[in-house]
């Protein structure tokens, strides 16, 4: 019967567990704290060298954060145990310092609405056009995914934008959407689809603040940029 090698197996100075307790979180490897999580390796490859191999494969701390299901399980030495914590390690990622972690969440500048965003949408491989609904003193009501796809006016119709904010009794929303390609400069497009937001909201009492456009870790405001 083959043997599935533990973190037990290692010889005591390289176990992470007790190098995180004895020095501290941060003095290990991101495949040594990916370690502790997945807790025990394969018959073939010791919990150490199995957390670097998935680290690699999937391109790294960033890119296995970003990682669905699928792509974890199609690694060797992951099953469905090892990619449910994976996921979760993930999702909890995403969550920090967002009004999802049960706090509110107030926006005062548009940065504090692109750090809202910035983790569930900078590696998105499609366009994906959100809507950040906000009560009177400017804290998020929630937050409404409405478009994927290409952007364009012609595509994203005002209606979509705003009758989950015309249901949520919205005072004023941002909207929000990524450019894959990690670069967050805006277009002819992305203008003219601020706009004609713009103008609806105006008609319907719903004020729009900012469109920020999320990039690679960066981001653009349409508010700071003078377009808004």
């Known amino acids: 019967m083959e043997r599935t090698l533990r973190v037990m197996d290692l010889p005591e100075n390289e176990r992470p567990r007790e190098k995180l307790l004895k020095y501290g979180a941060e003095t290990l490897s991101n495949g040594e704290l990916i370690a502790i999580i997945l807790r025990t390796g394969s018959s073939s490859e010791d919990i150490l060298n199995l957390s670097n191999r998935v680290l690699k494969e999937t391109g790294g701390l960033n890119g296995l954060l970003a990682s669905d299901a699928h792509e974890f399980l199609s690694l060797k030495g992951i099953g469905a145990a090892k990619a449910a914590q994976l996921m979760s390690l993930a999702e909890i990622s995403k969550r920090f310092r967002t009004f999802r972690s049960g706090e509110e ?45 290409s952007l364009n006016s012609s595509i994203v119709h005002p209606r979509e934008v705003f ?24 277009s002819s497009e992305d203008i003219s689809l601020t706009q004609r937001i713009k103008e609806s909201g105006k008609l319907l009492g719903i004020e729009l603040l900012d ?8 981001y653009v405001s349409l508010k700071e940029k003078g377009i808004i």
């Not at 994906?128 to 009501?141: A, C, D, E, G, P």
């Not at 919205?170 to 400069?185: E, L, M, R, V």
């Not at 920020?212 to 870790?217: A, D, M, S, T």
């Open 105 to 149: 969440y107030k926006i005062t500048q548009p940065k504090d609405a692109a750090e809202l965003l910035m983790e569930d949408m900078r590696y998105l491989k499609q366009e994906h056009l959100k809507v950040i609904m906000l009560n009177t003193k400017n804290i998020v009501i929630t937050v409404k995914s409405v478009s994927v796809g």
């Open 211 to 218: 469109h920020i456009i999320i990039g690679n870790g960066n």
């Open 163 to 186: 009758c989950e904010a015309i249901k949520k009794s919205s005072a004023s929303i941002i909207i929000s959407h990524n450019h894959p390609s990690g670069d967050p400069s805006p």
